[in-house]
């Protein structure tokens, strides 16, 4: 499965918008001064079959203000810099929702995803108020840095730490003692 394939594919199930830029799909979460996109990509499951992925991907935040639409007649977007983005490993609490085995995903990772979104401002001034009037000023690495740290500090209450989790239905999971 391709990134657009999958892109398209989880934009139809969670019914949200999907944007298109030079080499990558990315799903609308938000749209306004600040548009909250996430980009998909898929991996395989170590020790699984070929169809048992697993969805990660990005959070990518932009001003509205900072797309260029690429030549006509494509319909596809650039930008050349960005308010924030970050892997959506640093959430594990995620992981267990983004199994993709039989097409879809557990409707709670776009419930993470969309937590994560609604706690990071939607304005620039919301931006400069939450990480500082310098905050654009950092590097990419710092603003990473930050937006990780104060979206940690917001998301404490979503998923249950992993010992403690119920497996999709579709997963069966069997603990062996050492010995």
Known sequence: MTQSELANGLAAEFGLELIRF???DGLVFESG????IFVPRSKRIMGCGPKDRLVIGDLLCLFQSD????R???KKFQYDRQIFSAP???FSSLRRYAINSNGSVDAAYKAGLKMLFDALPSTRAGWLDQFGEDFFEL?????????IKYLRARSKSFGTPFGEWEPPANIKV???PGG
């Open 22 to 24: 030079r080499q990558k």
């Open 33 to 36: 001064e600040v548009l909250k």
């Open 67 to 70: 797309l260029r639409s690429l």
């Open 72 to 74: 006509p007649p494509s």
């Open 88 to 90: 959506d490993a640093n």
């Open 139 to 147: 590097s990419t690495l710092e603003r990473m840095s930050e937006g």
């Open 174 to 176: 069997t603990i062996e």
